[in-house]
């Protein structure tokens, strides 16, 4: 009788086993890949959306926002993250295998961030002097009011969507110097200026942590702004940007839904606590 009990429970725990597989194995899935800007805010998105909704599990990985957008365009992720927007070309693609032009949703505003050592004496720069320094125009510290010294630029690497914003909103389309050394990452750039006391480098703001943030000016006779919450909703700060969502089509079903949730006031409390910018 004990035998036989214990088969009993055996299998019960077998059949219990075989349905919590079942059910896990029938998670509806949401794939979301692309810039590297916006990976942790994805990620945050994805483990508090995930804890209201565990029907659904929604995957987050980078690599760059023309990563993902390429990922979109060959049918290999619901949703592209970027921090530029789409391009024509990347549209056309689209187009052609899917019959659609893509929609776009505006989820986050981002302050591209200027980040120098702390030791660095500078604290203010114009648009203009920025442009020079990134050119390789103006390439020693002393001509923006710092130490007789050679600039040391850092940059991201040409698939970054921040590489492709900043070269076409600040440098207006012209090349980076050939001296900036590109890194694979937003973290890589600010560890490397953060070890550097001649290096300057730029990216997302929230990643702006153990260096300085070098205020900007929109001209040489306008004020500086840091990227704040109030100088990104005045308008204030002269890099501001988008941060985007990418689908094929306009949302349905458990995509539209996790959409949505970014946009409400829970996905957007989100956002803040990562250090970006509400959208509303």
């Known amino acids: 009788m004990k035998k036989m009990s214990k088969k009993i429970i055996a299998v019960g725990l ?40 565990p029907d659904i599990t929604v995957q987050v ?15 290999t992720t ?25 929609y776009e949703t505006q989820a986050a505003k981002d ?18 002097q920025i442009k020079a320094i990134y050119l390789g125009e103006i390439t020693n510290w002393k001509d923006v009011g710092g130490p007789d010294a050679k600039i040391i630029l850092y940059g991201r690497e040409n698939s970054s969507g921040t590489y492709v914003y900043f070269r076409d909103n600040v440098l207006s389309g012209k090349d980076y110097a050939a001296s900036m ?23 997302g703001a929230a990643y ?35 941060l985007y969502m990418y689908t094929r089509a306009k949302p349905t079903g458990d995509i539209k839904d996790f959409v949505d949730w970014t946009l409400s006031a829970e996905g957007q409390s989100v956002v803040t606590k990562v250090g970006y910018f509400p959208v509303n």
Request: net charge positive.
């Open 111 to 128: 302050g591209i961030t200027l980040y120098l050592n702390e030791s660095n004496p500078v604290s203010e720069m114009s648009l203009a």
């Open 181 to 203: 050394q590109s890194l694979p990452g937003t973290a890589a750039v600010v560890n490397a200026v953060a070890k550097d006391n001649l290096g300057i480098g730029y990216g």
């Open 78 to 102: 619901d949703i592209a993250n970027s921090s530029r927007p789409m391009k024509k070309s990347e549209m056309d693609k689209l187009k052609v295998r899917f019959n659609s032009l893509g």
């Open 208 to 242: 702006a942590k153990g260096i300085k943030v070098l205020k900007v000016k929109k001209d040489a006779n306008s004020p500086a702004y840091e990227p704040t919450p109030e100088t990104i909703k005045m308008n204030q700060y002269p890099i501001t940007r988008y």
């Open 14 to 53: 077998c059949i219990a086993c075989a349905f919590g597989l079942m059910a896990a194995t029938n998670k509806k899935v949401v794939t979301v890949k692309g810039s590297d800007t916006m990976v942790i805010l994805a990620q945050r998105w994805a483990e508090q959306y995930m804890a209201s909704h």
């Open 61 to 75: 990985t980078g690599g760059g926002s023309g990563v993902g957008l390429s990922a979109l365009i060959n049918g």
